[in-house]
T-cell receptor, first 112, second 114 residues
Framework: GQQLNQSPQSMFIQEGEDVSMNCTSSSIFNTWLWYKQDPGEGPVLLIA?????ELTSNGRLTAQFGITRKDSFLNISASIPSDVGIYFCAGQLTGGGNKLTFGTGTQLKVEL | DAGITQSPRHKVTETGTPVTLRCHQT?????MYWYRQDPGHGLRLIHY???????DKGEVSDGYSVSRSKTEDFLLTLESATSSQTSVYFC?????????????FGNGTRLTVT
């Protein structure tokens, strides 16, 4: 099946620092999504990207849909303790049931 | 959690026993999905449904079956549980196409097969 390579696998940063993570694919997607998962809960949608080249922000989060449609990145500015969690990218193809292919996640830890 | 309830939240069962997990939604969304989450693998699709009685396989469907007899409920059944099916199972929903609507997830069911 399709693989999404997400990096880094984990990050340990200082509060207030900016964070960047990315996701690459061997296949093209029509939509890129970024989710955050807290312990014991399901993934929660952060940002959805629908067009190649699109740059979208949600508060301190900014994500971009790569121009080749095979990659995406997520930036978090001025990290705070509640940013701790696992971040997943996901690629989606139109049709075929809106199925998502997920990356393996980036675990973010914030040092006070 | 977008109006999604998974039950049970936790279950321990023995190898060889049947297990059914339930997903209930209050959003009237057409699409429903079952994923499993394992360390190092992220979330992988087991089965999905695109309407009542309409289902299809995902990438890890072996050993699982599903049923959708009404819009709000999507059941995942392990006919004979194995230790390799120990995992956290997530249900997700999305609206009717072609809106490219994102998936919204429930809070998961942690299943342990001993």
């Amino acid at each position: 099946g399709q693989q999404l390579n997400q990096s880094p696998q984990s990050m340990f940063i200082q509060e207030g620092e900016d964070v960047s993570m990315n996701c690459t694919s061997s296949s093209i997607f029509n939509t890129w999504l970024w989710y955050k998962q807290d312990p014991g809960e399901g993934p929660v949608l952060l940002i959805a990207l629908y067009k190649a080249g699109e740059l979208t922000s949600n508060g301190r989060l900014t994500a971009q849909f790569g121009i080749t449609r095979k990659d995406s990145f997520l930036n978090i500015s001025a990290s705070i303790p509640s940013d701790v969690g696992i971040y997943f990218c996901a690629g989606q193809l139109t049709g075929g049931g809106n199925k998502l292919t997920f990356g393996t996640g980036t675990q973010l830890k914030v040092e006070l | 959690d977008a109006g999604i309830t998974q039950s049970p939240r936790h279950k321990v069962t023995e190898t060889g026993t049947p297990v059914t997990l339930r997903c209930h939604q209050t959003e009237n969304h057409r699409y429903m999905y079952w994923y499993r989450q394992d360390p190092g693998h992220g979330l992988r699709l087991i089965h999905y449904s695109y309407g009542v009685k309409d289902t299809d396989k995902g990438e890890v469907s072996d050993g699982y079956s599903v049923s959708r007899s009404k819009t709000e409920d999507f059941l995942l059944t392990l006919e004979s549980a194995t230790s390799s099916q120990t995992s956290v199972y997530f249900c997700a929903i999305s609206e009717r196409m072609p809106n490219n609507s994102p998936l919204h997830f429930g809070n998961g069911t942690r299943l342990t097969v001993t």
